[in-house]
């Protein structure tokens, strides 16, 4: 069920968890696959290529590390130039 921009599924424990979707972000981020970008969260800037995105998360490529930010930590992105 969708109400106000938020999917609410159910958990195995009988309560209910909201997921915020960002449609926009995740086309943004799905559009630099292949890119370098810095991405700004909660938690500080990280910096890498863009592997994957998916509605919740991005993979982020750094060197030898692979990092899964939560959309939802998202502060801002920006696309490195070259």
């Known amino acids: 069920m969708y109400r106000n921009?938020?999917?609410?599924?159910?958990?195995?424990?009988?309560?209910?968890?909201?997921?915020?979707?960002?449609?926009?972000?995740y086309a943004a981020?799905?559009?630099l696959i292949g890119?370098?970008?810095?991405?700004?969260?909660?938690?500080?800037p990280v910096d890498g290529t863009?592997?994957?995105a998916?509605?919740?998360?991005?993979?982020?490529?750094?060197?030898?590390s692979t990092f899964f930010v939560r959309i939802s930590e998202i502060i801002w992105i920006m696309p490195e130039s070259k």
């Open 54 to 64: 998916k509605p919740d998360h991005v993979v982020v490529q750094q060197h030898d």
């Open 29 to 31: 981020l799905h559009s």
């Open 5 to 25: 921009g938020m999917n609410q599924q159910g958990s195995p424990n009988g309560l209910m968890q909201v997921v915020v979707v960002e449609p926009f972000v």
């Open 35 to 44: 890119k370098r970008v810095v991405i700004d969260t909660s938690r500080g």
């Open 50 to 52: 863009i592997a994957d």
